[in-house]
Nanobody
């Protein structure tokens, strides 16, 4: 069973930066796709970014392109989300998730394991 733990959330002013981390444990297979999603109050969970296990492929949601960067350090079993130029509309709980197969990686339903989430609040 894979366990995912997010960290790095907090309160930041608009225009600021945060780096989220997602630490994985209990993984038994290497071929994983890792994604970040976010959910604001009253809204559906939204795709933010994903990265393949070898880091060779990344994809971003339209609302974060050019501002967020996903990366991974497999030696540390950790995936990062660097968030720059934050806006109030980025306020949400951010979740990392892992998928056994990289099919439909922008969909919530594609992911098999989820973390508990970390709150990001951007003040104006």
């Amino acid at each position: 069973q894979v366990q995912l733990v997010e960290s790095g959330g907090g309160l930041v002013q608009a225009g600021g930066s945060l780096r989220l981390s997602c630490a994985a444990s209990g993984r038994t297979f290497r071929q994983y796709l890792t994604g970040w999603f976010r959910q604001a109050p009253g809204k559906e969970r939204e795709f933010v970014a994903h990265i393949t296990y070898n880091g060779g492929t990344t994809e971003y949601g339209d609302s974060v392109k050019g501002r967020f960067t996903i990366s991974r350090d497999n030696a540390k079993n950790t995936v990062y989300l660097q968030m720059n130029s934050l806006k109030p509309e980025d306020t949400a709980v951010y979740y990392c998730a892992e998928a056994v197969t990289p099919i439909g990686p922008t969909r919530v339903s594609a992911y098999d394991y989820w973390g508990q989430g970390t709150q990001v609040t951007v003040s104006s």
